[in-house]
């Protein structure tokens, strides 16, 4: 029983990490952003500045096993934001078009890392308290 006991607590903690990524990347775009006609791009390298939400809206947290979660986010210019594009032949005029990277997620997880490590041993000590 205690197996499936530490297995439980352990993908429960899993689970806390991945939407702790999920609620940083959304607090780093959305920190000092002004939305609407106000909007000014975050600085290369930064975090994105929130404009119209796309991005904040699509990014999720979800277990994908009982010891696995992942933060994602579905926007369909999140990889670009996140890593930066090329575009080559941009809007048929044979331009060159350069997104710099904008990383969101990397930086939330490498924030809340820190607090996973404390949360899964931890969540082992329980286990092997209770036993």
Known sequence: MRGLELV???GK???V???AVR???Q???AEGSIQGAGHVPSAPGEAPNLDEG???AGITAHRTGPLKAVAESAAPYALAQEYGATI???FGKGIEIVLPERP???PAAKKVRGDYLINIRAGVSRIIRKG
Request: no cysteine; glycine share 12%; hydrophobic share 45%.
């Open 17 to 19: 990490a991945a939407d």
């Open 104 to 106: 969101y997620m990397r």
């Open 23 to 25: 609620g940083e990347a």
């Open 27 to 29: 607090f780093l775009i």
């Open 54 to 56: 796309g991005l904040t």
């Open 88 to 90: 080559k032949d941009g």
């Open 8 to 10: 439980n607590e352990l």
């Open 13 to 15: 903690q899993v689970f």
